[in-house]
């Protein structure tokens, strides 16, 4: 019976007793009443196919505590993680919402493109899309969606951002006293990349930002940007000091950043050090081939 049903029984019994009656009555029946309400209530509850624990024992549902904004640099995976618990006989996909373009469907793929995978572990919750040498174009918004009536569907957004590129080796040595210039470059991403910070260590660099065609001949630390294909950023340090050794990065506010080792050392360039031990190798080498083509010579002369 009814909430509403149980209410009209009981006022229309009261109703039906005068008033005296009514009231030396209604204490014995008042917990009768509470009692009869309750248990309505309960049954309308469960009707409603819901447990006395208040979980829903059938229908999936999405767990929403995982990062639904996801940013990578081009080239380096990205994972989207969907959780749906309870899923039962239903099944999960993953729709690119800008063209509506089936990705996957279970554990199967359904497009051509091979950098996209479902990662589902045996018995898991967990329906991870994989996408694999991300590119700029793949920023967007995809939806995990489950075949439910109506239809389920939990967007994420893919933020694809460009990778700076520090111009020649990671490591690089100078001698004390000398100029040192560090190129850094980001030729992909949209025309409008922001700016370009320069740390040493965790301190950024207070420089003097000059135009390309300036110079400044009293600034000992200089920075450049400038465009050409794409944002090119140099770092120029005169007269270079054994306190400037350490690691030098260039961050972008639109993309990775990039570093590079600087070795300011007294001496020779390690590099030509060791241009200089290949020299002397040769020339061991060299003297050796020499002495033995001697005295294989002499022996030969002296047999015939």
């Known amino acids: 019976m009814s909430l509403i049903n149980q209410k009209r029984v009981w006022g229309f019994f009261i109703w039906k007793m005068d008033g005296r009656r009514a009231r030396r009555s209604l204490t014995c029946l008042l917990p009768l009443m509470l009692l009869t309400l309750l248990i309505g209530g309960v049954e309308s509850y469960m009707d409603d196919g819901v447990g006395l624990n208040g979980n829903i024992s059938t229908y999936p549902y999405f ?3 995982v990062p639904r904004n996801v940013t990578t640099a081009v080239g380096q ?3 989207l993680h969907c959780r749906v618990e309870q899923l039962g006989d239903k099944a999960v996909s993953w729709i690119r919402k800008r063209d509506l ?3 996957t469907a279970g554990i199967l793929t359904y497009t051509s493109d091979q950098r996209f ?3 589902r572990p ?3 919750d967990n329906w991870t899309l994989q996408i694999k ?3 700029l174009r793949d920023s967007g918004v995809y939806e995990c969606q489950v075949n439910t009536e109506p239809k389920m569907s939990l967007p994420f957004r893919l933020n694809v951002i460009a990778r700076a590129r520090i111009l020649g080796p990671s490591d690089l040595h100078v001698k004390a006293g000398s100029s040192v210039t560090v190129a850094c470059v980001i030729n992909q991403g949209p025309h409008d990349l922001g700016t370009v910070f320069w ?3 965790t301190d950024i660099l207070e420089a003097s930002s000059l135009h390309p065609n300036e110079a400044d001949p009293t600034a000992r630390i200089t920075i450049q940007n400038f465009w050409t294909d794409g944002l090119t950023s140099r770092l120029h340090i005169s007269s270079a000091k054994l306190a400037d050794s350490g690691n030098y990065s260039c961050v972008p506010t639109i993309a990775a950043p990039a570093s590079v080792n600087v070795h300011v050392i007294n001496g020779e360039h390690p590099a030509a050090m060791q241009h200089g031990n290949k020299n002397t190798a040769s020339l061991s080498l060299s003297l050796h081939c020499t ?6 010579v002499f022996i030969i002369k002296h047999i015939r």
């Open 133 to 135: 040498f991300p590119q």
């Open 122 to 124: 045996d018995k898991s």
């Open 101 to 103: 373009h089936i990705l």
């Open 291 to 296: 002495l033995v083509y001697s005295i294989s």
């Open 63 to 65: 767990e929403f505590n």
């Open 77 to 79: 995976t990205a994972f």
């Open 199 to 201: 740390y040493r260590g």
């Open 117 to 119: 995978q479902v990662i």
